[in-house]
């Protein structure tokens, strides 16, 4: 769950989230370095062309589409295999994350943006900016695997 910062930030403040590398992060700050955004949990497809990855509308099915959050996070991966689980060993190898993922912004060595909820200190600005899949996805349930590519959309890393 995500935590909202409560202290006002001061300018030129340095936050554990822009210093702190990844594999130094406690639990606590490794689940609130996750913005919310629920991009991680729409189905994908790697292009056997080029390795790109192709982000679809559908969202797994359990997906809570007002807080963007996995409703059963703890059993996640083994009710949907194709769940991303990052950990601090694997972010570099993981394929499915969007450019704007703060885990994969950090592991690259750049800063978190302006909507991120560790920055505003609001956990809901990452709606707010749009950069969310919030009312913008479906749930798998809808949609038969033999329909996943017709819903690729160019949204997700634009």
Same mark, same amino acid.
């Given at each position: ?20 590398? /990844? ?5 606590? #700050?490794?689940?609130? !370095?996750?913005?919310? +955004? =629920? ?46 689980? /990052? ?5 570099? #190898?993981?394929?499915? !994350?969007?450019?704007? +993922? =703060? ?56």
């Amino acid at each position: 769950p995500q935590t909202r910062n409560p202290r006002p930030r001061s300018a030129g403040m340095v936050e554990w989230w822009q210093t702190t590398p /990844l594999q130094d992060l406690n639990d606590e #700050q490794w689940e609130a !370095l996750c913005d919310g +955004c =629920a991009k991680c949990c729409l189905h994908k497809f790697e292009d056997e062309d080029n390795g790109q990855i192709l982000f679809t509308r559908v969202h797994c099915r359990f997906l809570d589409m007002e807080s963007c959050r996995c409703t059963d996070y703890a059993n996640r991966s083994d009710l949907e295999p194709a769940c991303i689980r /990052l950990s601090k060993g694997t972010i570099a #190898q993981q394929k499915g !994350l969007p450019t704007s +993922c =703060a885990y994969r912004m950090r592991a690259e060595g750049s800063t978190l943006a302006y909507w991120h909820p560790l920055v505003s200190g609001d956990p809901d600005s990452v709606h707010r900016a749009g950069a969310s899949i919030r009312g913008r996805s479906i749930s798998a349930e809808y949609v038969h695997p033999d329909e996943l590519e017709a819903q690729i959309v160019r949204w997700v890393d634009e």
